[in-house]
Each structure stands twice: as structure tokens, then as C-alpha cells.
């Protein structure tokens, strides 16, 4: 079942009448303009030619695309100026800490698929808490919900293995192939057109639906294993969550060394 405790509602009711009372949401501009919170004095009280604020949730978002946080790969800025880039993701598990070998990170090479991972790989026994089937995934920032998948059908192992027959023929994963991979999946859209990606969820919130405006910290699912050999073939194991950061069709890590990337990753999502 998908359930919010108490603290959760009330941390929520929180960011609801923050996101409310600014009215300007995270899409006012680039990080340190007049839409940061606390720069921004704002009037003391709404008028009446104010335009209505957005509901955080169950509402429509407005189509606002604000400017890239950075034009191009940022993989290619040093890695201090990526971290303060992107400070204002969090940990898409609460209290998870980057301790990931090389091979759950971004860029590790995938024979089995013929491919490169392009996320970060949250599993048990490496990442500072207990992570197993159903441990919440939290929203990494506040954002907007471009994809949320309902209605999932997992693979047969025939087609598991058919997939991973065509993969390792091409050159490269095919895309629509890792999408399946993948598993059941969430995507957000945040601030500069950072994109963070959910992905082998075993549940999504039931109460959430593409255009949704979500706040840093609610939950949009549950860690799982789908899309994955086990997950095809009904057997348990492999759940872990996969999290993808995106700017500009580059993937976060891309073409890094591990080391950097842990060292970008523990500035920002611990
Ligand atoms: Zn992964």
C-alpha cells in the first residue's frame, strides 16, 4: 500500500504553502534570481490581480520552460562547479549516501546489453540504509511529473531475453530497448531543465499524473526490481534503484572518471 505518514503530510503541508505563497514556483528563473526563496520579499499579501498560484499537486502545471541551467554537456565544468550547479537535488532515498563501486555508477560499462549505464545504482549494503522492495523513492527536487508509469506490463522472460539478443547485435543499447530495462518508471522535470529519472519501481504513487507539480521530498514510488531477468521471470532479487540525472541530453557522469563522479555525487545528493 502507498501510505504518507504523519511527518511526511505535515512536511508536505509545508512545502504546499511555501510553493503557494511564493506563487513564483522554481520555474521564476535561474538559481539566485529574484525567485529564490528568501530573496524575494514579495508582496505581504496576495492581490487581486495576482495570478492564481498553481496547486503543488493534482493540478495542471503551467507550460513554463525556463533557460537550461547550462547551454551544452556539463559534464565538461569542473567538478566543483557542477556540485554548486546542481546543489539543489537530494537524495531520491532519505539518509542514502554514495558509496557505490564503480560498477553502480554512471558510465560503467553494460556487456550484457552492450551498453553503458547511465544512472546511479542505489542497492542494499551500499548506500548507508536498508534499501529493499517497497523503501520509498522521494522526488530528488521540487518538479514537474513528464512521465509516471501506471499502467506497466512487465516482460516475459522470452522477451527479456529477446531484447537482450537485439542489444547486444547493435552498436549500442537501442533506446527503446533500455527504456525497457528499465523497468516501471517516474520522471521529473526540475529547474534549467534538469531531468532526474526513477527507473525498476516496483509501485508509483497512485495519486500522481503527468503535469503534476511535486515538492522536494514526496513520495512518487517505491524501490523494485522491474525490468530487470529476475523481475521477468518472477523471481525476487535485484531491487535496487536506478536514478538517472539529466541536462541537455547528456546524462550526469557522463565521460567522467569514478572518481569524480562520486566525488560530484556526494556534493549533491548527501
Ligand atoms: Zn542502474
Known amino acids: 500500500m502507498f501510505k504518507l505518514n504523519t511527518l511526511q503530510t505535515c512536511a508536505a503541508a509545508a512545502a504546499a504553502l511555501a510553493l503557494l505563497y511564493s506563487g513564483l514556483l522554481f520555474w521564476?528563473?535561474?538559481p539566485?534570481?529574484?525567485?529564490?526563496?528568501?530573496?524575494?520579499?514579495?508582496?505581504?499579501?496576495a492581490r487581486a490581480d495576482s495570478p492564481p498560484a498553481p496547486e503543488p499537486a493534482g493540478g495542471n502545471a503551467p507550460a513554463v520552460e525556463d533557460q537550461p541551467l547550462f547551454e551544452g554537456n556539463i559534464n565538461s565544468l569542473p567538478p566543483e562547479?557542477?556540485?554548486?550547479?546542481?546543489?539543489?537535488?537530494?537524495?531520491?532515498?532519505?539518509?542514502?549516501?554514495?558509496?557505490?563501486?564503480?560498477?553502480?555508477?554512471?558510465g560503467?560499462?553494460?556487456?550484457?546489453?552492450?551498453?553503458?549505464?547511465?544512472?546511479?545504482?542505489y542497492y542494499h549494503g551500499f548506500s548507508g540504509v536498508p534499501i529493499r522492495a517497497g523503501t520509498e523513492v522521494l522526488a530528488a527536487a521540487d518538479g514537474l511529473v513528464i512521465r509516471i508509469d501506471h499502467?506497466?506490463?512487465?516482460?516475459?522472460?522470452?522477451?527479456?531475453?529477446?531484447?537482450?539478443?537485439?542489444?547486444?547485435?547493435?552498436?549500442?543499447?537501442?533506446?527503446?530497448i533500455?527504456?525497457?530495462?528499465?523497468?516501471?518508471?517516474v520522471w521529473l522535470k526540475h529547474r534549467g531543465q534538469v531531468i532526474t529519472r526513477y527507473a525498476h519501481l516496483d509501485e508509483v504513487a497512485t495519486d500522481l499524473s503527468a503535469g503534476d507539480l511535486v515538492y522536494a521530498g514526496r513520495q512518487i514510488g517505491t524501490v523494485g526490481n522491474s525490468g530487470t531477468s529476475q523481475a521477468a521471470a518472477g523471481i525476487p532479487?535485484?531491487?535496487?534503484?536506478?536514478?538517472?540525472?539529466?541536462?541537455?541530453?547528456?546524462?550526469?557522469?557522463?565521460?567522467?572518471?569514478?572518481?569524480?563522479?562520486?566525488?560530484?555525487?556526494?556534493?549533491?545528493?548527501?
Open 237 to 270: 532479487g535485484e531491487d535496487h534503484l536506478h536514478f538517472e540525472i539529466w541536462l541537455n541530453e547528456f546524462y550526469l557522469g557522463e565521460g567522467l572518471p569514478p572518481d569524480d563522479i562520486r566525488y560530484i555525487l556526494r556534493g549533491i545528493l548527501e
Open 151 to 176: 499502467d506497466f506490463t512487465e516482460l516475459t522472460p522470452e522477451q527479456h531475453a529477446a531484447y537482450r539478443r537485439l542489444s547486444v547485435q547493435a552498436p549500442d543499447t537501442p533506446a527503446e
Open 81 to 106: 562547479t557542477i556540485v554548486k550547479l546542481l546543489a539543489f537535488l537530494d537524495s531520491p532515498i532519505a539518509g542514502a549516501t554514495i558509496q557505490m563501486t564503480d560498477g553502480q555508477l554512471p
Open 32 to 45: 539566485g534570481t529574484s525567485s529564490m526563496p528568501g530573496t524575494d520579499p514579495g508582496p505581504p499579501v
Open 178 to 185: 533500455l527504456d525497457k530495462f528499465r523497468g516501471r518508471q
Open 108 to 121: 560503467a560499462p553494460r556487456p550484457h546489453r552492450n551498453g553503458i549505464h547511465q544512472g546511479i545504482d
Open 28 to 30: 521564476g528563473g535561474m
